[in-house]
């Protein structure tokens, strides 16, 4: 192929993308106001299992939640509703991140429990689909993944909050192949995108009365985009004068992390998707690794609530699913509590699994039938918080 073809090819491509972003761009600005959970009648949440141990750690916590929210649930306040269809088998035989009548039932939900689910690599034996998390993002427009790490004996008290919706992965899947020896793919940023996320940063800090928010960047590198997102950032750091904004590359923040003195001044972070999808792996093995963090994926109309962890499917392969860990999922329904409302039961819920996780620990997870089944561990949480 000549040159100029491969040019023009690669032109009209990137013309598409341009396009789609622009696009999303309008609708993003067209959201004005988070949803208001106690002007609702009914609080509709969908519980959905996604593949490999997601059902059985997703469908405990749901117990848990059903229990702390008993009263609520008998009133009709609350309404949990199951959805299926997330598995990669389904998802691969219809080709699509998240088939079409799934994404109806997500969008009939004011909140979501989410499961793990499979994402197709290289070498594997599904199709090439899009990650349901990426998909569910941009559908509903999740554009912050909040994930807290506390570690109260290590000075560890930190809460990210990484933008969701563009960055690296905002086209992950649409990059474009010139020929067989170039390949691109492309990183967006936003004024919206980027404002909002910054906004929520900011305004959690002011809330629960922390003075730092750290941006996290590669902005003397990255000079577009990053640049534009470390200056957005600045700018609406501004508007809270009481809080201390500074600025870090993220390759010093990964191993200041580590430094046992510095780590202790971070408290807020906020950053772009792809550094904040490492670095929050990084943080939670702080707290005892990836199986024990949560996470908070909140847009202005619909939020999402994870495990930070992929869906084992060894672990199923092996007959040791029963023996998943739900503590992800446990963390996960805290952030969900407290999105809704419920701060009486979060905190409890929240407690408790402190109590089992690092103090009695009467019962342990190990994945093996060396440890407790995952139903088990639930059962002790809820026996934990009746003695609260």
């Not at 503590?327 to 407290?338: D, I, Q, Y």
């Not at 408790?352 to 690092?358: E, H």
Request: net charge negative.
């Amino acid at each position: 192929m000549q040159l100029e073809q491969k040019i023009k090819e690669a032109a009209e491509k990137f013309a598409a993308l341009v396009q789609m972003q622009l696009e999303r761009n309008e609708r993003i600005k067209a959201e004005k106001e988070f949803t208001d959970y106690k002007s609702l009648d009914k609080i509709i949440v969908g519980v959905c299992g996604g593949d490999g141990i997601g059902p059985i750690i997703t469908n405990e916590a749901a117990r848990v939640l059903q229990h702390l929210l008993a009263d609520d649930v008998k009133s009709g306040r609350i309404e949990f509703c199951t959805i299926d269809g997330l598995t990669i088998e389904n998802r691969a035989a219809q080709h699509k991140a998240i088939p079409d009548d799934v994404l109806a039932e997500l969008k009939k939900c004011h909140v979501i429990l989410k499961g793990p689910t499979t994402t197709p690599r290289a070498g594997d034996p599904w199709p090439n689909v899009e990650s349901a998390n990426v998909a569910m993002r941009k559908e509903l427009d999740l554009f912050a993944n909040v994930r807290p790490v506390k570690v109260p004996g290590e000075g560890i008290d930190w809460t990210f909050f990484r933008e969701n919706t563009e960055g690296g992965y905002a086209v992950g899947s649409r990059g474009i192949n010139i020929d067989d020896e170039l390949a691109f793919d492309f990183v967006v940023t936003t004024t919206e995108g980027t404002e909002r996320i910054a906004r929520l940063a900011y305004d959690y800090a002011r809330k629960n009365h922390k003075n730092r928010v750290s941006i996290i960047t590669k902005a003397n590198i990255i000079k577009t985009t990053d640049g534009k997102f470390l200056k957005l950032c600045q700018q609406i750091g501004k508007e809270y004068p009481e809080i201390t904004t500074d600025d870090w590359y993220i390759d010093i923040t990964t191993a200041k992390l580590i430094d046992q003195k510095r780590r202790r001044d971070f408290q807020v972070f906020v950053l772009p998707n792809l550094y904040g999808d490492i670095i929050t792996d990084e943080a939670a093995e702080f707290q005892g690794g990836v199986g024990t963090a949560g996470s908070a994926n909140i847009g202005k109309r619909y939020a999402m609530f994870e495990a930070i962890h992929g869906s084992a499917p060894r672990m199923i392969s092996e007959g040791r699913g029963k023996y998943a860990d739900p503590c992800s999922m446990l963390r996960a329904s805290v952030l969900l509590l407290s999105h809704i409302g419920y701060q009486e039961q979060a905190d409890k819920l929240e407690r408790a699994l402190d109590i089992c996780m690092y103090e009695e620990k009467k019962l342990t997870v190990t994945g093996r039938d060396t440890g407790c089944t995952c139903e088990e561990f639930g059962n002790y949480v809820m026996d934990t918080v009746a003695r609260l």
